[in-house]
């Protein structure tokens, strides 16, 4: 009897070329894992992509049922433990290899939930929607470099889930204009995109510094395969950070800030360098 092992593998190239198609940071921050972790790694974004691109780009349809049927047919494939859809089959092997908690699915879907008709978060709603959008994945993502340890992983879940909210703040202030204009949205609690001043751009850059700093604290005790991966993302994205902090308010709702490629392999060539030598 043939088995699956092709099946899988196509599955496995699938969210690889997602993760690669739609992000060039975090792509080259998962090459930079240790091999076991590459395929469960991109079996994660693959998944957050999907649901993410439903509520983002699915315009003229029905958001909420494909929503809804993208959700039943994630829990369908993690029971049977296949989906002739290769994201999820993908997903359901990583949920079962690795125990990932049903909650954090469950509390991921819901901030995709909220996408669908949430314009203005207030404080408690801001903290839900980082929870699930962001903290969450990076916890899944922390089971898998985590293996079994389950005294590692609980030792590391606050700082994975600040470093997971510090990556989501970062892309909220990048997207303030394009959000609030194209989506119609405004994450952060109470602000007023057409009075976004100095003073909130301070607030908030404040708010995203703590997290790095105790997001930076877990990086230096994840498992040495995990290490640098993580890392090329953490520095990557204060390198985007930086480059916000130095353009005035206004400037930050005229364009989206981005690093070039060129200083992504700049990164990424530091980074590799400080690994080596446990600099990290």
Known sequence: MREMGLYDAICSRTSRMTTQSYSTSFSLGIRCLAKEFREPIYAIYGFVRFADEIVDTFHGHDKAALLQRFEEDTWRAIDEKISLNPILHSF?????RYNIDHELIRQFLLSMEMDLSSRQYDQAGYE????GSAEVVGLMCLRVFCGGNEEHYLRLKPDAMKLGSAFQKINFLRDLNADFKGLGRTYFPGLNVDRFDEGTKKKIEADIEADFRQGFRGIKQLPRGARLGVYVAYRYYTA???KIRRLPSHEVLQSRVRVRNRYKLAIL???????QLNLI
Do not use: D, E, P, R
């Open 92 to 96: 359901q092997k990583t949920v079962n």
């Open 269 to 275: 060539g530091y980074s590799f360098v400080k690994h």
């Open 128 to 131: 839900t929607y980082i929870l």
């Open 240 to 242: 985007l950070f930086a």
